[in-house]
């Protein structure tokens, strides 16, 4: 299916994103003299990225329009589940289980990491999640959420409240931005990152990480900056007793 057409009868993106962008700048200009910032009675400029984050109400972008997507297995309490809250804001659309995706997919029937050689994919197709409980793995089936591209990511750790310092045991959002950041689209997966209190201690918590992940080119580049990571952590941790 073509994912790059816009719904009859509905403007472009492009056109609903700058519609938007107006609609938000006069709430936000509202929301500023409401709140008697010291603006003199008049707000001649608004940062608009910078107000939306402030007040709350920063959505999802249109540039890049990069089309994320979510399989759910309904195992996880909905409340907590970071994949389901960036459904409801309109970051991400849910896909049926028999639904395929033909973008890349972060699955652990991957056999290679997701890296920048992924990027045109990304741009042109998207990228998908799985939703399941970590404590589920091994009677999730897999092979329902099929995709064209399955990709794995990389040694991360988390910053979820639930898994919080726990290597590899990423949530859907954390998962979907470091895919992201990953494959050159670091704006966006801010903005993903946004919709969550804990969301900047991800980027912050895995900051050396991104830095040397980012100047790979390739899967196999990755991987071996992967394990040169590891041993030099491993190394250190030794040097300091900790093993």
């Known amino acids: 299916?073509?994912?790059?057409?816009?719904?009859?009868?509905?403007?472009?993106?492009?056109?609903r994103h700058r519609q938007g962008r107006r609609r938000?700048?006069?709430?936000?200009?509202?929301?500023?003299l409401h709140d008697g910032d010291d603006t003199g009675g008049a707000v001649e400029h608004i940062d608009l990225d910078?107000?939306?984050?402030?007040?709350?109400?920063k959505g999802?972008?249109?540039?890049?329009?990069?089309?994320?997507?979510?399989?759910?297995?309904?195992?996880?309490?909905?409340?907590?589940?970071?994949?389901?809250?960036?459904?409801?804001?309109?970051?991400?659309?849910?896909?049926?289980?028999?639904?395929?995706?033909?973008g890349i997919v972060l699955s652990p029937m991957g056999e290679k990491s997701v890296s920048m050689e992924d990027k045109e994919i990304v741009l042109k197709r998207g990228i998908a999640v799985i939703d399941c409980s970590w404590a589920k793995l091994d009677s999730t089936p897999f092979s329902k959420a099929r995709g064209s591209h399955p990709r794995l990511l990389p040694f991360l750790v988390a910053a979820n409240p639930i898994n919080y310092g726990r290597p590899c045991k990423l949530s859907c959002?954390?998962?979907?931005?470091?895919?992201?950041?990953?494959?050159?689209?670091?704006?966006?997966?801010?903005?993903?990152?946004?919709?969550?209190k804990w969301g900047r201690g991800f980027a912050t918590l895995n900051s050396d990480l991104f830095e040397r992940y980012s100047q790979c080119q390739t899967s196999q580049q990755l991987v071996d900056t992967q394990k040169d990571?590891?041993?030099?952590?491993?190394?250190?941790?030794?040097?300091?007793g900790w093993v």
């Open 1 to 15: 299916f073509d994912l790059s057409m816009p719904p009859k009868g509905r403007p472009a993106a492009g056109a």
């Open 24 to 32: 938000k700048e006069g709430r936000i200009r509202k929301q500023l």
């Open 50 to 57: 910078e107000e939306e984050t402030r007040l709350g109400t």
């Open 60 to 102: 999802p972008r249109d540039d890049p329009h990069i089309h994320l997507a979510m399989w759910d297995f309904r195992q996880c309490d909905p409340k907590k589940c970071s994949g389901r809250k960036l459904c409801r804001l309109g970051f991400v659309r849910e896909l049926a289980l028999s639904q395929r995706f033909p």
């Open 173 to 196: 959002a954390e998962a979907l931005a470091a895919a992201l950041i990953l494959t050159g689209f670091r704006e966006l997966a801010e903005s993903l990152l946004l919709q969550f």
């Open 229 to 240: 990571w590891l041993e030099r952590e491993q190394r250190r941790k030794k040097v300091d």
